[in-house]
């Protein structure tokens, strides 16, 4: 397998929902309960590129099997150079280093656009996710037990953190 990273193009927005609505009908690694529409997706893209902010994809033989992206954390301007990222690996293709090349790509798009703080909001049960933000050096920073509901039962959310300079000041 020969994975290649790079950045999304709209032409890619129907393979990144197809997974995408995967993880949300089978896994916690979203919130979502029910699948979201291309429209929903392709705005979604469009507000991120917009912005500056990263949508890449994995691509093995031609075929998109993950994406990652980041952007906004919060939306007040003392969070600007705060980013919350994702990464999504289509279910075929898990275990591969899919996701450790998408959140190296990640993290490098983020640190060339001056970004100071990545932030990976994780369901605190995926412990192949926790995993691989720890083999970055995230942090846990924080776990906010019962936030979420899906699949019948209560979910933890674990916010994990990587610093990517140190800037002494802002």
Known sequence: MTVLVRDATRDDVPAILAIYNDAVLH???????????????????????????AVLVAEDAGRVVGFGSWGTFRAKAGYDRTMEHSVYVDAAAQGRGTGRLLLRAIIDTARAAGVHALI??????????????????????????????????????AFHELLLDADPTP
Request: proline share 3%; hydrophobic share 45%; glycine share 10%.
């Open 27 to 53: 896994t916690t690694a979203t919130y979502d309960l029910e699948p979201v529409t291309l429209a929903d997706r392709l705005a979604w893209y469009d507000g991120r590129r917009a912005l500056g902010h």
């Open 120 to 157: 990976g909001v994780l369901d605190a049960d995926n412990a192949a996710s926790v995993r691989l933000h720890e083999s970055f050096g995230f942090v846990a920073c924080g776990r906010l037990p019962q936030v979420g509901a899906k699949f019948g039962r209560w979910l933890d959310l």
